[in-house]
Nanobody, 123 residues
């Protein structure tokens, strides 16, 4: 069975940093399009970063220059490095895997999801 376990969330002040991790079992992140999504209260879930099987990366405009998505193939783990955090980044963050070779920003295009980890940025 495929399992994605997200971790690393917490509470930080504006300008701080966090690194989220997503440990995968049952699939290799290097063989799937992987994504990080977030959902704030009252808002729809949105993709903030994606990485393809060729390691091409894509970011939402709101996080470009601040967030970095990466994989550690040896550890079978996906990461999201978040720097210069802002209060608007406050949300539950989810890792997800798409069971197709191509990537998409659409939530409906992802087949496997982690449980989510809370990120809170205070002003």
């Amino acid at each position: 069975q495929v399992q994605l376990v997200a971790a690393g969330g917490g509470s930080v002040q504006t300008g701080g940093s966090l690194r989220l991790s997503c440990a995968a079992s049952g699939l290799a992140p290097s063989s799937y399009c992987m994504g990080w999504f977030r959902q704030a209260p009252g808002k729809e879930r949105e993709r903030v970063a994606g990485i393809s099987i060729y390691s091409a990366t894509v970011y939402a405009d709101s996080v470009k220059g601040r967030f970095t998505i990466s994989r550690d193939n040896a550890k079978n783990t996906l990461y999201l490095q978040m720097n210069s955090l802002k209060p608007e980044d406050t949300a539950v963050y989810y890792c997800a895997a798409r069971n197709y070779p191509t990537c998409t920003p659409d939530v409906s295009g992802y087949n496997y999801w982690g449980q989510g980890t809370q990120v809170t940025v205070s002003s």
